[in-house]
Structures are given as structure tokens and as C-alpha cells.
């Protein structure tokens, strides 16, 4: 009698449980449809159904925006990520990314016309001053990882010091003007000036479909080829068609997004050819997008599959333990805030091109909604706990929240209001979480 | 027991203080191959910050480590594993967070010819070593944070056993466990002894280290109150050696 029922307790396992997917990450998910949602009918008229179709939030041109105002963020917070992994904290990314779009606009505007002769609009322009600001923003990393890694300096203090040496270091740089326009191949980095258009969109938009349905197979024989057990093979169709799905969803939407017509006939003119009569174009992916996808899967695969982001995790969970499995922690800070002030100046790229000029106060309150999005996105104050596309999604969030408010027209100070309330309830929700589930 | 070669390893005269505190107090043992040499003492009596020094996570004020005759630079954990020493923490020092493939690899991961982690190998080595020294263990890929407190231990002592280790320290290893694992941990120090290697053992408890131990060393407050040959001695002299911090024999 014993005997029988021992055998029958395989585990059974509901539809999602069969799918293996990531509870928190279907949550995420969840919550931002449900805003979505919510804001397509809040933006609509009439009768429900008519709401929710023809509310302005799901439009082809809110959906691109929502993109391109997400990437800046999103960039930082794939960094805050390892940062707060590590039981550390980084309040100065709004300053560096300032000090940053400073030096790469004065890069552009006076250094280089002024001293080495190089006209504006010269080819090089863009990407000596893209150089300029990654080496000035890892190095500012590097240095405040130096100053808590070697100095034991807490990194709340280290960079609470940078948020306002690095905002005025910025300032200085410029005398406070105003620095622009910026060349325009650096402006295409930052959103509606530099698009694939709509052909190379569905070519970038049918590549990473076969790399992501690839990598989800490849896993599955990788771990039959170890004899580990797998989910079943719907399961993992369904989750293949999910994927492909969102990917080609998102190319449809920003293709759809049309190029306004006085826009394509100055495009023909710039070439000296005539528009064509009934001539339309999309948009297509934005090159900050891909950018910031680029981002996360190196960032992904730093995580995941290097010593780097496995130390990154271990000094997490217990420092103690990395520290006597013979992991240099100290070198791991500095190489962590490294990398953040990198992801610093990438994302002062996309900002001050979007913007197209370098302004006084760009990037500023943007360390709270960097530790923002990576917070709501399940990144643990408490160390050990974080992914990489979590914090994005928490970057998209937020930005879909505000901008789903200013649409509806919501008031400046109440915005700001649910904002934070939301923060505060994302965190209450993941313990709550956490305790039913018995993971720490 | 033979004692005639040379040690694998010889502490001589280790010194080291914090603060005003000497922790340890001019301390010399010596360990052979196939030997365990259990140290005992109170709380505070300088048994793991003496073991400290030789996994490199302490360094020494004076003093100096001889691995095989030779003077051995031990001043980070990486150094020690070089001289092939592993520790198993009182604490474990386990990643909780991490499955157990990479807490037993941590910080010397398998990795594919791309230098990315090799996660399936790392995870198939790990059910190898893990048939061997608890058949038990099932929760591979979960983090460690959801075992119990005995296969925790046996995830520390498939670390420090993985690595071909010539020369393992045990601080208590047998605190949190039960009677079913304590065993398990006293045959695989039997077994390892026969491998030929040499074990510091720390404990609290006399009996257990008088079963497991060829000698036994004693200290009380940082120095060394004196080492014995396990049948030499009784367990009321052992005791009285921790106690009063005398050695009766030397007295006699």
C-alpha cells in the first residue's frame, strides 16, 4: 500500500508549472498589460469595445515613443542590476550620464572643430566623442568602485558624493550653456533620427526570432544530451510562439508608425530626387532600441554564463563565501562600477541625441528611476537576487505608467504620487511573494 | 602511524594578534600524510584563526608554513588552494543564492572552450561526486538556501574532496548534522585518510575527536597547551589539558 502510493507522487504540474516560465517574470508581464490596457481605454471614447479600439496608448506612434523614452533608463538599470546584486547602491548615474553628455558635446562642438581642425560634421565626430564619453564614464566608475572596493568607503556615500561633484563637473565643463545641435549621425542614436526602416526592420525582426526560437531548442538538446529532464514539447512550442509573437509584434507596430509626408520629401530632397505622388514610409526599429536590446543580451550573458557574473551573483548571496573561494571582491567592485559608468555614457548617448542638444539638467532624478525600474523589475536590496531583462521591463513600466498619465492627463504632482506608490507596492508584492513561495 | 618523513605540513612558531589581542601565541604543529591531528580548546582559545592563517583567509604576524619542507607564501584563499589545502568553514561559506554546481565550483568554474561557464558539465561533475558522498542528494539545481543543514555540509565536503585536495581542514564539520550524517562524515575522513591525506579537524567534542583523531593538539588562549598521541592519553586528560591549561603528562 505504501509502495504505491510513493510511486504515484511525480509531481503533478499545472500549464504554467509545465512551461517552466518565471512566475515573476509572467507577473511583470502581466502588470504591464494590464497598464496597457487600462490606459488604451482611458484614452479611447464611446462604449468599451470602442475604447479599446481606438485608444490612443496602443498606437503605432505611442508605442515607438514609449520605446525610445525607455531606452535611456533601461540601458542604466541593466547596470544597477549587477550594482545592487552586490549589496551596493549607485546614486550618481544621473550625474555621471551628465558629465558625460557634456564632455561628448563639447567633443563634438568644440574640441575637435576648435583644436584639431575637424569641421563639424566631419565622419569621425560622432564617434571620437562616443569614445570620449565611454572612457570618461568608465573611468568615473572605476574610480568610485576603487574608492568602495579598495577604500571601504560605502558605496551610498561614495555616490551620493558623485550625484553632486558629477552633475556640477558637467557643468563647469559647459559654463552652464546649453551645447547644441549635436552632429547629426550622433542624433541618430536617439530615437526618430535613426530608424532601419521598414525592410531591414523585418530582416533584424526575423533574425532575432530565429536566434531566440534557436536558443530555446538548443537548450532543450543541450540538456537531453546530459540526460537532464525537459519540459514537453509543446510547452516549449508555446513558449517559442510567444517569443516569435512579441518580437515580430513589436517590428509590425514601429513599421507601422508612418514618416510624416513633408519629412520624406525633405529626405528626397537631401538626395536631390522627387518624392514619388502617394509615396509612405515607416519608421522601423529605432537604433537606440537595438542598442539597448544589444545591451541586455551582452549584459544577459554576462550574468549568466561568465566567472564575472557568477562571481557578481556569489558575492551577492554571501561575500563572506566568494571572499574565501578566492574571488578578488575588491577588483569585482571596481569592475561592476566600471561597467556601470560605461552604461552611464552609452545612455547619455541616446539621451542628449534624442534631445538633440547637450542641457544643463539632463538625466537628472534619473538614479531614482534607474533603482527604480531594476527594484520593480525583482532586484533584491538584500543582495543575490536580479536579472537583466527584469529590470528592463521595470524600466518600460514606469515609463509606460508616466507616460500613460500624461495622456490622460493626469496632474504633474500625482503622477509623481503613483509612481512612487507603485515602487513601494511592487517591493510589498515580491515579499509577499517570496514568503509563499519560502525562498529567502 | 609513521612520523619519521617529512610533514605535510609544519606551522612553527605562528604568531598573531588583534588589536591588543595575541589570538595565537607562538604555536607549532605539524601534520603527516594520512593523519588527522584534531585541534580542540574554548570558544576563543585561537583553534580557527591558527587553521585561518594556513587557508590563507588570516595572515600571520610571525611565524612560518612548511608544506612538504618547503616554505610555503600563503596569503590569500587562491594561494592556499595552489598548495592544494582545502577548507571546509564552520560556516560552510556557501553562496545561498547559488545551486550547488556553483557553490562546489565556485571560483574555479569549468568552462567551454569559449571561456563561457560550462554549466551542464559543472551540473553533470556534481551528480557524479554527489552519488559518491551522499546518494541522498536530489536538489541539484535548486540554491542552497533550500536544503537541509546536512546536505549543505555534504555540498562543502564535495568542494573541498572535487579538487584532489592533499591537505584538508574540517572546522566542526559535524555541529549542525545528525547522527545519520555525522557518520557519513566520519567514514569519508577514514576514507580519506587511506587516500593518504592529512586533515586538521576542529570540534567541541572530546569523544568524537578521540575516535577520529591520531593526535590531538590543545590550545587555550592562543597558545598551545600541548599535542598528544590519541592513545596515550584519556579523555579526563584531554579535558583538563582545555580546563586548567596544563598538560598532566608534561607535569608527571
Redesign the interface.
Known sequence: MTDTTTTQTAPKRSFLGQMELDLRLLGMIGAFIAICLIFQFLTGSGGFFERLADGRFLTPRNIFNLTIQTVSVGIMATGMVFVIVTRHIDLSVGSILATCSALMAMTQTMYLPDWLNLGLGHAATPWVAILVGLVAGTLIGAFHGWLIGYLTIPAFIVTLGGLLIWRNVGWFITNGQTIGPLDSTFQSFGGINGTLGETWSWVVGVLATAIAVGAIWSARR??L??G?PVKPVWAETAVSAIVAGGILGLVAMVNAYQIPTPRLERMFDARGEVMPEGFSAGYGLPFSVLLLIAVAVVMT?IAQ???LG??I??????P????????NTRLLTVKIFAIMGALCALAAVVASARLTNHSNDIGTLDELRVIAAAVIGGTALSG??GTIYGAILGALIMQSLQSGMAMVGVDSPLQNIVVGAVLVAAVLIDIIYRKRL??? | MDRTGTPLVELRDISIAFGGVKAVDHVSIDLYPGEVVGLLGHNGAGKSTLIKIL?G?YHKDSGQILIEGKEAHIS???DA?RYNIE?I?Q????????NAP??LF????L?TPL???DD?RM??ETRKIMARLNPNFQKIKE?V??LSGGQRQSVAIARAVYFNAKILIMDEPTAALGVHETKMVADLIQELKKQGLGIFLISHDTREMLELCDRVSVMKNGQLVGTERVEDVTEDDILSMIILGKNPKAAA
Open positions: 543541450s540538456k544530451h546530459h537532464f550573458i554564463r561568465t566567472r557568477r562571481y551573483f556569489a558575492t551577492g548571496g554571501n563572506d563565501a566568494a571572499e574565501l573561494s578566492g574571488i543575490g537576487l519560502g525562498v529567502r | 587557508s583567509a590569500s584563499p587562491r588552494r577548507t568553514y560556516t560552510l561559506a556557501l553562496a545561498d543564492n547559488l556553483a557553490n565556485l571560483g574555479r568554474e568552462t571561456g563561457f561557464v551542464s551540473e553533470a540554491p538556501s533550500a
